[in-house]
């Protein structure tokens, strides 16, 4: 009988993002606290003669099934063929990490059929920036270009909205228009995240330095930000990424689910979903 591995790809976000430099080959220094929510993609993976791949889901359209959709890298970088199942729930170049968390859960599931390691740091970053962190879990700093990553000792589960406006924002774009790429690092110090004011001052001193370059590319970024915003109970609003999804970190399920129902009223065609932030 042929082994069926699921695997869940969460979605990515990241609640702060510094730029702190640029390399000499142009890629952008970061320095990110990168945490995962529990609504993402799922995949049901096989061992097969050929790699192959279906997507299927509420947000499968336009998601290419050939060569190109980085669930096939990934399986050609672990160096093993498979056929992968992949259903869509996250939207894809949204700054929520849909293909780097697709290629990850891919790259974890293999790692499960074949008892093989996942491939060393150098070889996820060559799928994305965003791929090493997504192999891991729970709350990471991220730095370097991607592939330094620090796991935090502790996480909390915070209720959170998310909203993706339904714009695609073009990641080198909008690093090419940043300001200024020296910008400070997070503190080395952390919170304690369980102390919830302490957590929102604190996450309230960083930034995400790409946020005004998306705005700026993207106006309709900083209408969601205002609903956020706007809205009863919103402790934290901010841009995952490169945008366009910006997360709103709320006080209460309660507080959460009634920003979630106003804003879809006056928002019937945003991309709104009501998740929590795993610890
Ligand atoms: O690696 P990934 O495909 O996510 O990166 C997309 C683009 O974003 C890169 O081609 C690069 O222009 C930009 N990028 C960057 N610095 C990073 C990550 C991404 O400049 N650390």
């Not at 709103?248 to 009634?258: H, N, P, T």
């Amino acid at each position: 009988m042929v082994r069926t591995v699921e695997a869940f790809a969460p979605a990515k976000i990241n609640l702060t993002l510094h730029v702190t430099g640029q390399r000499a080959d142009g890629y952008h220094l970061l320095d990110s606290l990168v945490v995962f929510a529990d609504i993402g993609d799922r995949l049901a993976v096989q061992r097969a003669p050929d790699t192959s791949l279906t997507v299927t889901g509420p947000l499968a359209e336009g998601v290419p099934s050939d060569e190109s959709n980085l669930v096939h890298k990934a399986a050609k970088t672990f160096g093993v063929s498979a056929h992968i199942a992949l259903e869509k729930h996250l939207p894809a170049a949204a700054g929520i990490g849909g293909g780097s968390s697709d290629a990850a859960a891919t790259l974890r599931a293999l790692a499960d059929l074949t008892g093989k390691p996942v491939p060393p740091v150098a070889d996820l970053l060559s799928l994305g920036a965003d791929v090493p962190v997504c192999v891991g879990h729970g709350w990471q700093r991220m730095s370097g270009i991607g592939e330094e990553i620090a796991p935090l000792a502790n996480g909390v589960r915070w209720p959170v909205l998310l909203i993706n406006p339904g714009v695609d924002v073009p990641t080198p774009t909008v690093f090419a228009a940043l300001q200024s790429k020296n910008n400070p690092p997070m503190p080395d110090e952390f919170p304690d995240w369980s102390d919830r004011s302490d957590a929102v001052s604190w996450l309230a001193a960083q930034r995400n330095d790409l946020e005004a370059p998306a705005i700026a590319a993207r106006p309709v970024i900083a209408e969601v930000l205002s609903a956020l915003r706007g809205c009863l109970g919103c402790e934290l609003a901010r841009m995952s990424g490169s945008g366009a999804t910006c997360f709103g970190l709320f006080e209460s399920v309660e507080s959460r689910d009634a920003a979630a129902e106003a804003i879809r009223t006056d928002y019937a065609d945003w991309w709104i979903e009501t998740s929590w932030i795993l610890s």
